[in-house]
């Protein structure tokens, strides 16, 4: 069974870098493509973006300004950086994982984590 | 960018009842679409991807119709646990979700 778990900070600085990783247990990174969603307090879900095993990324073009999405030097674990956040960053933030056999849908999630944007 | 509109926004049915929740993208996805069930606090779950095929492990009370852009979730026969919030998610161009639809048990 695929588990994904984020973990970081849960607070952060307007204009600072909001950084998250997200672990992955019970498969391995290759075939799969990983990404990161979030959800605005009592709103609905965004896509930030996503990378694939070998490292290709994709970004939604609201962030992409702002965003990186890396592998980790651990080999089950990817990252999220969000550059010069604002309150409107405020959100959970799930990993996830995408299905290339079922045309990179979402499949797996982590549990969220909150990230909140304040001085 | 496309657009995803789901309606309605919410809705109260009975158990046993046939609920049906529509999502119109703004231009053809295909059939490039998925829905999930998000409960209060928890991730959401994958139910149904490419439109009209069932996530293993989900009930068969669940199933999805359409493509290009207009598309549909029916619930058969509601039951309590099935209390949620859907969303669906076009994977044509970009990923984007629908706004969400809250069904509630009357």
């Known amino acids: 069974q695929v588990q994904l778990q984020e973990s970081g900070p849960g607070l952060v600085k307007p204009s600072e870098t909001l950084s998250l990783i997200c672990t992955v247990s019970g498969d391995s990174i290759s075939p799969y493509y990983w990404s990161w969603v979030r959800q605005p307090p009592g709103k609905g879900l965004e896509w930030i973006g996503h990378i694939s095993y070998n490292g290709i990324t994709n970004y939604n073009p609201s962030v992409k300004s702002r965003v990186t999405i890396s592998l980790g030097t651990s080999k089950n674990q990817f990252s999220l950086k969000l550059t010069s956040v604002t309150a409107a960053d405020t959100a959970v933030y799930y990993c996830a994982r995408l299905r290339p056999s079922s045309g990179l849908i979402i499949d797996y999630w982590g549990q969220g984590t909150l990230v909140t944007v304040s001085s | 960018d496309v657009q995803m509109t789901q309606s309605p926004s919410t809705l109260s049915a009975s158990v046993g009842d046939r609920v049906t929740i529509t999502c119109r993208a703004s231009?053809?996805?295909?059939?490039?679409l998925g829905w999930y069930q998000q409960k209060p606090g928890k991730a959401p779950k994958l139910l149904i991807y490419?439109?009209?095929n069932l996530e293993s492990g989900v009930p068969s009370r669940f199933s999805g119709s359409g493509s290009g852009t207009e598309f549909t979730l029916t619930i058969s026969s509601l039951q309590p646990d099935d209390s949620a919030t859907y969303y669906c998610?076009?994977?044509?161009?970009?990923?984007?979700f629908g706004q969400g639809t809250k069904v509630e048990i009357k």
């Open positions: 490419r439109a009209s």
């Open positions: 231009q053809s996805i295909s059939s490039w």
């Open positions: 998610q076009q994977y044509n161009s970009g990923w984007t």
